[in-house]
C-alpha cells in the first residue's frame, strides 16, 4: 500500500485562498511526494470507476519518463484553426502565473504537467467520430504519477477559489490517500471479443491513390500521405486498461499512449517522436520509409538490407531529413544527425530511421517546435501546405488524431510529443483503426493498400485481431 504522510497543501491552501480572493481567479497548488515504485497499468486501472474519461497514460521507448494522470483540474481546449500552439502554450502560461508548486525535485515530468494534443487538420470538417475530442486539447490531472528513470512521484494538483476551505483540501487529500490505498486491487475484465472487421472504402481509397500519382507527375506535389480507417465491432465493451496492458507488452519498445474525453479513449503503440525538449536539448525522429519483418533472422536481415538500398523508401526518408533539418534550425544553434538512415526494428515493420539532436536558444518554445514540424512529410507530404489541402480534399476519413502530435508539457517547458501512428479510436463496442503511406510518383495503389494493411497489425493484435 501506499501512502503520502506528510502535506503542505492545508496549510499552502490557505495562502493560494487569499490570492484568489485578491486576484479574482483560482490559483493552482501543485504538490509532489516521492513515493515506493508502483506498477503505472495498475495506477491507470484504479482510476476505471471514479475517473473513467479522464485519464491518460504515456510511456517513452526507453522506459526513461512514465506518466499516468487520473481526473481533471483544468482543461486547455479549443476549436479554433488560429494559432492554436500559440493558444495553448499562453493559456498554461497565464494559468501557471502566481501558482503554489510544492517540488523539492529538479527533474522534469513532475509537479504541473499537461497532456493532451492536436488534430491533424483543424480545417477538415469534423465527423461524428470524433465528436469527444476538441481540436487543441489538454489536461492537468488531478493526480499524476510520474516514473522518472526508475524512480516514482506523485503530484496532487488541486486549483483552489477564493470560496474554498479547509474542508475542501482535506477532502482531496482523502480523495488521494483512498487513490492510493487502492493501487493493489484488480478489477476483472472481459477480454474484447471482436465479431466483426470492415474496411471503410477501401475501394475509393486505392482509386483516390491512383487520382493523386497522376497529379504528382504533372504538378508541385512530390508526396501525399493518404490514411484509410478499418471499423471493428466488438460482443462486449472494449476495456483500454487490457488493451493498454496488450500494446504494453507486444509494443514494448514504442511510445504507448491512451487519453481518454467522454467514454471515448485513443490509443496507440506510436515508433515515431515527433520532439522533445529537455532544458536546451532537443531530440527528434525521421521515420520515413518501412518493410516487414523476416520470419528468420536471415530473412530479416535480407528485409531490412533491401530497404536501406531501395531508392523509393530513401528519397522518401530523405524528404523528412530536411524538412525536420530545416524546421529546427530556425531554434537551434547546433544541429547533429547522422549520414546515412538506420533501421528502427518492431515487431512487425521495419523503418528506416534517423535521429536528430539540437541545441536550441532560450527563446525556443516546445510547442513552437511542435507547429513547425507537424506534420512531417512521412504523415502529410511535400510541399507541407498544399500536401494538407490536397489530403483534406481527396481523403474521405476524418483523421482527428491519427497522425498528429499528442504528448506532455510540464511547468518549466520541459516535454515530449509523439506522431500517433499505429493507433485507434475505442468508442463502447467499436473501435476504429487507422493507417497511411506515402504516395510519390511511381507508388502502386494495390502495393500501398497491402502496407497499410502491415501497419494496422499492432492495434488489431491488441484488440485481439490477428
Not at 100 to 107: K, L, Q, T, Y
Amino acid at each position: 500500500m501506499v501512502t503520502i504522510q506528510e502535506t503542505e497543501i492545508i496549510e499552502k491552501g490557505r495562502l493560494a485562498k487569499n490570492r484568489a480572493e485578491e486576484l479574482g481567479r483560482p490559483i493552482l497548488i501543485s504538490e509532489v511526494h516521492q513515493i515506493q515504485n508502483m506498477n503505472p497499468l495498475s495506477f491507470f486501472n484504479i482510476g476505471k470507476e471514479l475517473y473513467q474519461g479522464e485519464r491518460f497514460f504515456w510511456k517513452d521507448p526507453n522506459d526513461e519518463i512514465i506518466l499516468v494522470g487520473i481526473g481533471i483540474s483544468k482543461q486547455l481546449q479549443t476549436n479554433d484553426v488560429s494559432d492554436r500552439f500559440a493558444y495553448v502554450e499562453q493559456e498554461w502560461k497565464t494559468f501557471l502565473k502566481d501558482s503554489i508548486v510544492i517540488n523539492p525535485f529538479s527533474i522534469e515530468g513532475v509537479g504541473p504537467v499537461i497532456f493532451g494534443g492536436f488534430s491533424f487538420d483543424p480545417m477538415k470538417p469534423k465527423t461524428q467520430l470524433w465528436s469527444k475530442y476538441m481540436d487543441s486539447m489538454f489536461y492537468l490531472p488531478k493526480f499524476l504519477l510520474s516514473i522518472i528513470k526508475g524512480q516514482a512521484y506523485f503530484t496532487t494538483n488541486i486549483v483552489c477559489s477564493q470560496y474554498d476551505d479547509d474542508f475542501f483540501f482535506q477532502k482531496m487529500l482523502d480523495e488521494r490517500n483512498e487513490l492510493l490505498r487502492s493501487v493493489q486491487s484488480s478489477n476483472s475484465l472481459l477480454p474484447p471479443i471482436l465479431l466483426e472487421t470492415k474496411e471503410i472504402m477501401s475501394e475509393e481509397w486505392k482509386k483516390s491513390v491512383e487520382k493523386v500519382v497522376k497529379e504528382l507527375s504533372t504538378g508541385p506535389l512530390k508526396k501525399v500521405v493518404l490514411a484509410r480507417e478499418l471499423r471493428l465491432k466488438f460482443e462486449n465493451k472494449v476495456e483500454p486498461e487490457i488493451v493498454l496492458e496488450r500494446l504494453n507488452r507486444q509494443q514494448h519498445e514504442s511510445f504507448i499512449f491512451a487519453f481518454e474525453s467522454e467514454g471515448d479513449c485513443f490509443i496507440g503503440a506510436s515508433p515515431e517522436r515527433l520532439v522533445k525538449k529537455n532544458e536546451n536539448e532537443i531530440f527528434s525522429t525521421c521515420l520515413a520509409g518501412s518493410i516487414s519483418r523476416g520470419e528468420t533472422e536471415e530473412a530479416d536481415r535480407i528485409l531490412g538490407e533491401q530497404l536501406l538500398n531501395d531508392q523509393k523508401n530513401l528519397i522518401e526518408h530523405q524528404f523528412v531529413v530536411d524538412m525536420i533539418k530545416e524546421a529546427l534550425e530556425e531554434s537551434c544553434e547546433e544541429i547533429i544527425l547522422p549520414d546515412r538512415p538506420s533501421l528502427l526494428k518492431n515487431r512487425d515493420i521495419q523503418h528506416l530511421y534517423t535521429p536528430v539532436i539540437g541545441k536550441c536558444t532560450k527563446e525556443a518554445s516546445l510547442l513552437l517546435l511542435v507547429e513547425r514540424l507537424h506534420p512531417t512529410p512521412a504523415l502529410g507530404g511535400l510541399p507541407k501546405k498544399e500536401a494538407v489541402e490536397k489530403i483534406r480534399k481527396v481523403e474521405n476519413l476524418d483523421r482527428g488524431f491519427y497522425a498528429a502530435p499528442l504528448g506532455w508539457m510540464d511547468y518549466k517547458g520541459n516535454g515530449e510529443f509523439a506522431v500517433c501512428i499505429r493507433s485507434g479510436l475505442i468508442q463502447g463496442k467499436e473501435a476504429s483503426l487507422f493507417a497511411g503511406c506515402g504516395v510519390v510518383a511511381d507508388s502502386d495503389s494495390e502495393s500501398e493498400y497491402l502496407e497499410t494493411g502491415l501497419k494496422f497489425r499492432p492495434m488489431l493484435r491488441a484488440l485481439g485481431g490477428n
